[in-house]
């Protein structure tokens, strides 16, 4: 199949594009960039870059004439400022945009389906009511473009959203956040892009449209061969109030607050 991946250039998304060119059931990988491309890895024979100069309007004609033949996309991209504004339209009017053109593309059978792997975070709060201590816009502009991407797979023909909501993305070596102040809800990136490229290819098994961080860390290492380890445990505001007097700590849409 033909994989899409949005935000190729950052943590998560680098990672994907690397995992996908070596996946043996994806055959080409577009990278969709807002300039051309040419290092490693977008130069492989098996990536494609499709410049897009608007991620909300740019998708003309000849951007889906590009993306034809696709049937998945890794979502990656995520504004890292906590500016409403910015939030909304990169985290949510981007991603209803690409939904609405991946809509439109011709699938391989009549049961194939288009599936979306959309990248969150684990502070996300899809309540809008709800009092937050910190972060409270961005946190729910975050969990409304869940909502919205889960509803619009509802009501679309052949079409599937997967929320993946991580907590802190550590590197594939070391930890970037230590245990003993963020307890067992960090996550590797190579686990984060294994799980979003079998979601965007395989979808769920267990039928779900929402994984959290304990199911991607488990989900990313059974696909990587690793034996599981802690990956209980949830997230709620207490772990932020726990850091105060932290520094934030940004791993691309969400952010957790670690001590200096």
Not at 3 to 24: C, D, N, P, R, Y
Not at 38 to 56: G, I, R, T, Y
Not at 128 to 157: P, V
Request: glycine share 10%; aromatic share 8%.
């Amino acid at each position: 199949m033909k994989l899409i991946v949005a935000g190729a250039t950052g943590f998560v998304g680098s990672e994907v594009v690397a995992q996908a060119i070596a996946h043996k059931s994806i055959t080409s990988v577009i990278a969709l960039s807002r300039r051309p491309l040419s290092e490693p890895p977008f130069n492989h024979p098996k990536v494609k870059v499709v410049v897009l100069e608007d991620f909300e309007k740019g998708y003309t004609p000849e951007v889906i004439e590009q993306l034809k033949g696709a049937e998945g996309c890794c979502w990656a991209l995520g504004a890292k400022s906590t500016g409403g504004d910015k939030t909304r339209r990169v985290n949510l009017n981007y991603a209803l945009s690409a939904c609405n053109a991946f809509r439109t593309l011709p699938l391989s059978s009549p049961t194939a389906k288009f599936r979306l792997a959309y990248t969150s975070g684990i502070i996300t709060e899809r309540d809008q009511d709800k009092n937050l201590w910190i972060m409270s816009d961005m946190r729910k502009i975050g969990g409304e473009a869940e909502t919205k991407l889960i509803e619009y797979a509802k009501e679309a023909d052949a079409f599937e959203t997967f929320i993946l909501r991580p907590g802190g993305i550590r590197p594939k070596e070391g930890k970037m956040l230590p245990d003993c102040i963020v307890g067992s809800f960090n996550v590797r990136v190579d686990e984060v892009a294994a799980t979003l490229i079998d979601c965007a290819v395989r979808g769920d098994e267990g039928g779900r449209d929402t994984l959290e961080n304990a199911d991607i860390a488990r989900r990313g290492r059974e696909l990587l061969g690793r034996a599981a380890e802690n990956v209980e445990g949830g997230f709620t505001d207490l772990h932020l109030r726990l850091a105060f007097g932290g520094r934030l700590i940004s791993s691309g849409y969400f952010a957790t607050y670690v001590r200096d």
